[in-house]
């Protein structure tokens, strides 16, 4: 099993940036594929970006690319979400999440994953 936990959202102006944090326990965070989603009010939780379980592939939805960047470091059991460039429409809650994956796939369905960390609102302002 895995526990997560997601820390760094907070309010910030149009064009500027955040780091998302998801701490992970746990003694084989290095076999998890882990995702990040978002759930803005009035909408469906949203895809945001995956990366496979060595961090050697990302993926990312079509409204983030080139601005939201994932990577993650094994060693110290953590996944990152760098996010430039924000957004009016980046509000929302975003949510790390995990699934047993050993071989470098990467996931974008939430309902494949099994871990799910806590949730931190980020809101962007125009």
């Known amino acids: 099993q895995v526990q997560l936990v997601v820390s760094g959202g907070g309010l910030v102006q149009a064009g500027g940036s955040l780091r998302l944090s998801c701490a992970a326990s746990?003694?084989?965070?290095?076999?998890?594929?882990m995702g990040w989603f978002r759930h803005a009010p009035r909408k469906d939780r949203e895809f945001v970006a995956a990366?496979?379980?060595?961090?050697?592939?990302?993926f990312y939805a079509d409204c983030v690319n080139g601005r939201f960047t994932s990577s993650r470091d094994n060693a110290e059991k953590m996944m990152y979400l760098q996010m430039n460039s924000l957004k009016p429409e980046d509000t929302a809650v975003y949510y790390c999440?995990?699934?047993?994956?050993?071989?470098?796939?990467?996931?974008?369905?939430?309902?494949?994953?099994?871990?799910w960390g806590q949730g931190t609102q980020v809101t962007v302002s125009s």
């Open positions: 999440a995990a699934k047993w994956a050993p071989g470098g796939t990467y996931y974008s369905r939430s309902y494949i994953y099994d871990y």
């Open positions: 990366i496979s379980s060595n961090g050697g592939r990302t």
């Open positions: 746990g003694r084989t965070f290095s076999s998890y594929a």
